[in-house]
Structure formats: C-alpha cells, structure tokens
C-alpha cells in the first residue's frame, strides 16, 4: 500500500512563474519557504527549508495572477520526483505538484503559526 501527501504552510519565496505547454495546459512553479522553530538547550533557533511547488491549469493561473513573493499559502499535494541529463550529468529533484493551493492573509498566516502540528 502507498500514500503520497504533503501539507505545507509558508511563504512564497520568489514570484510565480507561469507557463503554457504546447498543448495549452497552463503550469505555474515557485519556491516555498517553510520555517520551523525549535528550542536548542535555552536558546530559540529557527530553520527554513525551500521546496518547489508546481500546480496546473486554473490553480496555475489563479496563482500567477495573485500570488508573489512573500504571500503566505497552504498547500496540499504530493511529492514528484524527477530525474533528467543535462550535460552528461545526471541530475534530480523532488517536488510538490499542488492539487490544492490556499491563498492565507497576513491575519490568517499569523494565526496559523500559533497552531501546534
């Protein structure tokens, strides 16, 4: 049995970027920015992880039109990897393909980092 979902909530670390594939299918990628807060002996420490998100056709077009860098969103999807060749080296990335991107105001986003999970 598998099970593949990924439930994010952060910022939007660059501005989205919109595409069309030949065969009209709209496909929005940005970078997301998740931060984690942790106590280290007696002192707080914060650490960020990146990670890609991709999301398709009105959802693609939703994002591009209101989204930027710095928004804060929730997202749900599933992880993607890919592998490729590029200049005889091989390369790979794991990313998060969106089947749900929630558009969060600044009031929602502080709230949300108040929640525990």
């Known amino acids: 049995m598998n099970f593949n979902k990924v439930l994010l909530l952060g910022r939007l670390s660059r501005d989205p970027e919109l595409a069309y594939t030949a065969s009209s299918a709209a496909v929005c ?56 060749e590029s200049d005889g080296q091989k390369r790979n990335k794991l990313e998060v393909v969106a089947s749900s991107v929630q558009f969060l105001s600044k009031k929602d986003q502080a709230d949300a980092d108040e929640i525990p999970f």
């Open 29 to 84: 990628k940005f970078g997301l920015a998740v931060n984690r807060k942790f106590k280290a002996g007696d002192e707080w420490k914060e650490e960020v992880c990146f990670v890609d998100i991709v999301c398709w056709a009105k959802q693609a077009e939703n994002c591009a039109e209101y989204l930027h860098k710095g928004s804060p969103v929730f997202i749900e999807g599933r992880l993607n990897y890919q592998s490729w």
